[in-house]
């Protein structure tokens, strides 16, 4: 008023009430105090009102021809200046002066007035910064101790606790409570309530959140409700005042605080602010919690996934260590211990899987334990203990059985193919102390599980797990594990019993071809002998006609018994029956002799047969019979597929490794076609009408021969080219040789 020689001068500040926004007369000089008491007012009204809704300086020199309703005539005001009190770019306020008589303000007044506001904005900033520091400060000391005792709640229980227990404290509430959201965000329920239950719906009630009730509106609309004399609707009809405060996790509400008293309550600023800085707490340290617990069960859940995917991973490689039928039955019975119990046993139905009849009785075929027990200075209990004993018909009526597990619980695992849990209330299921599979001194089992073993859409047998010490029994999660356990150990018995009826099936395959060859090499040795009489005239003379005829037959007899042997060889290699008899072998001899019976058959048509095979190539331990049968069949190969040009035999040495190649100009084999010529009874040519004959399998026992001699069979080949077979043996290395049992002697 002074700078600018004025009747009066005052401030208005702009505060906001919802959505609408007004100016509050806050300081005046000069003013009457009917102004005083007028001191709202309404941006776009009155001239303060429109310097605030543009934010520009205004010159009014004449109030009454510029607003005939302004506040201002009253009081004798004729001229006015005001400007809009602004700093940072935010909005304060106005300020304003005015005369009485008429005064026409200047642009350096508009200037000087400007300049003033600044500098007032700047200290009314400063000011509302120092009185929100102290409140801040205040609120910070009051929450202090309440986010030291958040921070130190782990669980949602603890954190609701401190909340409330903070909330009640320093309001002086009669009753707190709070009222979560359930996992489908379609009821509340009331979770947690501190002190007059009277005052509050009881713990455990819900409510839906579509229902009419002041707290689901709360949590609705994610706004705090205070009521400082007034009954809650569906409250007690004592109490007298109460709050509701939203619980807000990243702009979701997830609950709400209520505070009840039986009296009037006055909630002034601090208290709100409390309050509400409370419930922020309260809403984060309840989503901490509740991430942390999840974390904490996720981590739990990821470590017994991991553990079940090591057990079933150890189990699956132990139960695939063999093929043989009973070693994994015994590996079933290991896989079960120590995980799922302290013993493990293994029943079995009579005969194969799948062939037992509904009468079939069990064999106890493995018993397993995960230690051996120390009682009496006895320790004959060990951890794998395989045991073959008749148990029990599965027939209930059974009264007795000598061995572990009730037969009846057998029976009921048995009948119903599901698993069967037994746990001991007080008299624990007996462990024998004698007889196949039992345990020394063992203790009782305290907990004991049996799954059914389904085979074929069947029942066969039963795993049984049982657990001695009565504080770890079988859980949820071991029943399905033990259930997995035994659908695998299905598979690995169905294919165990596949492989021995295969060998079965194989060793009787090469038994009938073995007599089969010899019932043929008789009467086909015979034609070859009485040829040969014949031949040499032994019974008489012959004419040239008749002495092509009998060459043309015993090379047909010859060839016969060839495919004879090479069926046989076949047929005993895949049954694993042809024993490796090592010795030195002289491979010059051995190709030579190989060489001469295929020479003269080339020669006769107009093949040239190429032989270099020269006496220094070393003598090696190996089989001589497996080798010249895999040169017989190479040169056989390589004589059906040529018809024109060449066929050679050549070795040479090549590191440790003796190297025999057998080469022909003939089809050749296409790239397609090389991966599998060395399958058994597969050929280049697959039509009907192919030109050459034989089996097919030739190629398939040579390359098994070599394996077996501890070398190796490839081929290089080109269509119309030719093909080139290379038989690699090891040379003086008995370790090298896959020897068969039989010729370990």
Not at 288 to 298: K, T, W, Y
Not at 299 to 305: E, H, N, S, V
Not at 332 to 343: E, S
Request: charged share 20%; proline share 5%.
């Amino acid at each position: 008023r002074s700078l600018l020689e004025s009747d009066f001068s005052s401030i208005m500040l702009v505060e906001s009430s919802g959505e609408t926004a007004r100016l509050r007369l806050r300081a005046a000089v000069g003013l009457s105090d009917e102004a005083h008491q007028n001191t709202l007012v309404p941006l776009n009204d009155d001239i303060a009102g429109r310097i605030a809704a543009r934010q520009e300086p205004l010159v009014v020199n004449d109030v009454r021809r510029h607003d005939p309703a302004s506040p201002l005539i009253p009081e004798g005001v004729v001229s006015v200046i005001g400007v809009p009190l602004s700093t940072g770019g935010k909005f304060l306020g106005v300020i304003n002066a005015g005369t009485r008589t008429a005064h026409k303000y200047t642009l350096e007044d508009q200037a000087m007035l400007e300049l003033l506001a600044a500098r007032a904005a700047s200290t009314i900033v400063r000011a509302r910064l120092f009185e929100a520091e102290r409140m801040a400060r205040g609120h910070a000391e009051r929450l202090q101790m309440v986010t030291a005792a958040l921070s130190e709640a782990a669980r949602p229980d603890e954190v609701m606790g401190v909340a409330l227990e903070q909330l009640r404290h320093a309001l002086k509430a009669c009753t707190v409570a709070i009222a979560l959201t359930t996992q489908d965000s379609e009821h509340i329920f009331v979770s947690r309530v501190l002190g007059d239950r009277q005052l509050a719906p009881p713990e455990g009630s819900s409510f839906a959140l579509d229902d009419d009730n002041p707290l689901i509106d709360v949590v609705r609309r994610r706004k705090a409700v205070w009521v400082g004399d007034g009954s809650y609707p569906n409250g007690s009809a004592d109490m007298r005042s109460w709050a509701a405060i939203p619980l807000e996790v990243e702009g979701r509400a997830v609950g709400a605080v209520t505070i009840a008293f039986r009296e009037t309550q006055d909630f002034n600023e601090d208290d709100r602010a409390f309050a509400l800085a409370v419930a922020r707490q309260a809403a984060q340290a309840l989503e901490r919690a509740r991430l942390f617990q999840a974390e904490q069960d996720a981590r739990r859940q990821a470590d017994a996934g991991r553990a079940r995917a090591a057990f079933l991973a150890d189990a699956t490689a132990l139960l695939a260590s063999s093929l043989d039928y009973n070693a994994t039955l015994e590996a079933v019975a290991q896989a079960g211990v120590p995980t799922l119990g302290d013993w493990c046993a293994v029943d079995m139905l009579e005969g194969l899987p799948g062939d037992a009849g509904p009468a079939a009785r069990l064999l106890r075929v493995a018993v397993a334990s995960a230690r051996s027990w120390k009682a009496d200075g006895h320790t004959d209990a060990s951890r794998h203990m395989p045991a073959y004993e008749l148990i029990s018909s599965i027939r209930t009526s059974d009264a007795s059985v000598a061995g572990w597990a009730p037969p009846e619980v057998l029976a009921r695992a048995m009948e119903s193919g599901k698993p069967v849990f037994e746990v001991s209330a007080g008299n624990d299921v007996p462990v024998p102390a004698t007889g196949p599979g039992a345990l020394p001194h063992g203790p009782a089992c305290a907990s004991l599980l049996v799954v059914p073993i389904a085979s074929r859409g069947r029942t066969v047998g039963t795993i049984s797990l049982c657990r001695t010490r009565p504080g770890r029994r079988h859980q949820k999660a071991d029943i399905m594990l033990a259930e997995e356990l035994a659908s695998r150990a299905a598979v690995s018995l169905e294919q165990a019993w596949l492989y021995r009826a295969a060998q079965q099936a194989n060793a009787a395959k090469a038994e009938f071809l073995a007599t089969i060859s010899h019932e043929l090499r008789t009467p086909l040795n015979a034609i070859i002998g009485y040829s040969d009489l014949l031949g040499e005239g032994i019974s008489g003379p012959i004419n040239q006609q008749q002495a092509l005829q009998l060459d043309r037959m015993r090379m047909s007899a010859r060839h016969l018994l060839f495919l004879i042997d090479e069926t046989l060889a076949f047929a005993r290699s895949e049954a694993d029956l042809h024993p490796v008899h090592l010795e030195e072998v002289d491979l010059h001899l051995s190709a030579r002799e190989v060489a001469g019976a295929f020479a003269r058959e080339l020669s006769d048509r107009g093949i040239e047969f190429q032989y270099n095979v020269t006496s220094d190539v070393p003598l090696i331990l190996s089989d001589s019979a497996k080798i010249r049968q895999v040169l017989r069949n190479l040169l056989s190969n390589a004589s059906k597929f040529t018809d024109s040009g060449s066929v050679a035999l050549s070795a040479y040495c090549h590191g440790d490794s003796v190297v025999i190649d057998v080469s022909d100009t003939g089809i050749g084999i296409s790239p397609a076609n090389l991966a599998r010529i060395f399958e058994p009874f597969w050929q280049v040519e697959q039509s009907r009408t192919r030109r050459v004959g034989g089996t097919g399998i030739g190629l398939s026992v040579a390359r098994k021969y070599a394996e077996m001699l501890g070398g190796s069979l490839t081929v290089r080949s080109a269509p119309e080219v030719g093909s080139t077979f290379s038989l690699r043996l090891p040379a003086n290395r008995q370790d090298a040789v896959h020897t068969h049992p039989e010729s370990a002697s």
